[in-house]
């Protein structure tokens, strides 16, 4: 009887401990694309980084990118512009995101869901989801992307920011801290962007490759990628970092 009594007891502790872990909520996080590119949408290797870094941090996704035409196309291979033709946002984002993604205007409308927001670099934020790359710090930061930074700003819920993408932050959070890495040496080719960051009101930190920024005030994560010019791994492991620290700050 005692054993059976034992056994009863085991039985219902490890129910409990499955039913807790059952209901262990799993971060739900948006991922805003640009595009599909370095020179003139998201960076390929940064939003391949981030999504596998959420999945292996146990986080689930939805990709989104705004339903908008490219500020224009850039050839890769040549490194000019293509003016033979034009390309959409979110038509070439859904390469990066293998078809699964979402105009951001349903991200609007359904972001309490979302448990945090995540944007890698590439110049398509520059171009497609701001207008830094002509303007610098005169820039203005499109409408839709401006209203969901602020979306989960104002409910507290933490946004990671890869590469130039703590630009955008720059201009939407007055007296943000960010990192756009450091502002010398020659492995550090869009220094620039700090002293626009600066001239936009944010505080910057001088980051490398495998570090983090985070600014607990407005709970913004930012690592500078590839603002720096090194191997793809560190740039992969900077990311990474960013991302276990973002999942983690989830409550």
Known sequence: MLK????NVQKSTFQMAACGMASKKTPNVAVLLAGCGVNDGSEIHEASAILTHLSRNGAQFQCFAPDIPQ??????????????HKRNVLAESARIARGSISPLSD???????????????????AKNLSDFAGKGPLMEVTEDVQK?????????????????????????FKGVTIT??????DEWPYKDAIEAAQKMGAKTEEKGVLEVTYDCEHKIFSTPAFMYNGKFHEVDDGIGNMIKELVKSIA
């Open 4 to 7: 059976l009594l034992r056994i």
């Open 71 to 84: 500020m224009h196309v850039i050839d890769h291979f040549k490194g000019s512009e293509d003016c033979s």
């Open 107 to 125: 991200l609007l409308k359904d972001h309490p869901k979302y448990d945090a927001l995540v944007i890698p670099g590439g110049f398509g934020v």
């Open 148 to 172: 969901a930074l602020q979306g989960f700003h104002e409910c507290k819920k933490p946004i990671g920011l890869a590469c130039i993408a703590p630009i955008l932050a720059a201009k939407v």
């Open 180 to 185: 756009l890495g450091k502002s010398c040496g």
